[in-house]
């Protein structure tokens, strides 16, 4: 459905992208599986797994903030690499109030992501 | 700086919208204090509490799903109801993949938001 720019395949165990790095591409899972983790203490949590259809990366992409988890592929894994300007267009049309209810929603997901990582922490899961 | 169709007073203790009703207005707090929470096994779990100036209300405005959680005055409260037909016009400008990748992040946070509130139940918090 999305349109793809180019695809890339990652070995097992190879990084997509990094927490706390710049980039705001948006990538699709075209085939095998994406975990999404954060470090916690030098522990590395899972927050989510992605399988094929599903996007991943777009947060960076709507409040421009550095990477808040790292992507990892999980066996070999081929993601395509969502086409920027389809997107950017749209979005620089949108209004200012648009634009910032957007980044609203996931300045809260990384929030409420942090929290669910200290409460885990602090539960000893 | 939203534009607001409407304000209204609510009473502390007051319910603005509740957990699981239908309805995708979004508001913004304009003054007094709004309290974001679920009913967890008949816990009222405060999620989050709004502040002048923070909209709430734009999951459901996104995904057209139920309400994930009420919301209620702390204090004497004056919300406004945020213009609709503004962002519904953009709303529906944006194509089918902007639209998918934006309630990909509301379904995103209201998981992560239930992951959160089950995590705080088994750690007895």
Do not use: C, H
């Not at 591409?25 to 994406?34: D, I, L, N, P």
């Not at 086409?83 to 200012?96: C, G, H, M, P, V």
């Amino acid at each position: 459905m999305f349109q793809i720019a180019s695809s890339e395949t990652f070995m097992d165990g190879q990084v997509i992208f990094a927490e706390g790095a710049n980039g705001d591409w948006m990538y699709v899972v075209e085939s095998g599986e994406v975990e999404i983790s954060k470090n916690v203490d030098g522990r590395r949590i899972v927050v989510e797994t992605f399988y094929p259809g599903e996007i991943f990366g777009e947060m960076a992409y709507i409040d421009k903030m550095p990477r808040s988890a790292t992507a990892t592929a999980k066996g070999t894994t081929e993601v395509g690499i969502i086409d920027r300007q389809i997107f950017d267009t749209e979005y620089n049309k949108l209004s200012a109030d648009f634009q910032q209810m957007l980044r609203t929603v996931v300045i809260r997901l990384r929030r409420t992501t942090m929290k669910l990582l200290q409460t885990l922490k602090e539960s000893g899961t």
